[in-house]
């Protein structure tokens, strides 16, 4: 979570952006898209339609997440700065959940984001951590 209330405030601010700009899109594209959702496109009390326009809206994004995290991940080697916190694992998490919605880390992505952030990184999350596999 940060040792310096300036550490403690970027992890708190990258946690917050993987959530809006992470998982609420996801959650837009699925809601709006999934037959199960038919009906139920919002949760809580009423029963509401799907909007189609809203699942264009969320892939794009979720692109734009996905951008996001490319031109982060150039530029430092966590979201949050130089040690793997909160925000890593959140990222991890909403791109692994991006795969029920059918979308992927670009295949032109570049290594540390590629690395970093994909659904292959199982075991104790090996690669968003980047450290070696067990022996």
Not at 102 to 112: G, Y
């Amino acid at each position: 979570m940060g040792k310096t209330p300036i550490e403690k405030a970027e992890v708190m601010m990258w946690n917050a952006i993987a959530e809006a700009q992470g998982g609420m899109p996801v959650a837009e594209v699925l809601r709006n898209s999934h037959p199960a959702m038919k009906g139920r496109a919002l949760p809580g009390p009423l029963n509401l339609d799907q909007i189609p326009e809203l699942v264009t809206r969320g892939q794009q994004r979720v692109d734009a997440f996905f951008a996001l995290l490319e031109e982060r991940l150039s530029q430092s080697p966590w979201l949050a700065g130089e040690t793997f916190s909160l925000a890593d694992i959140t990222a991890f998490v909403f791109v692994d959940f991006a795969r029920v919605i059918k979308a992927r880390i670009p295949p032109k992505a570049t290594p540390p984001q590629k690395s970093g952030m994909t659904a292959s990184a199982r075991g104790p999350m090996r690669r968003v951590a980047r450290v070696s596999p067990p022996r």
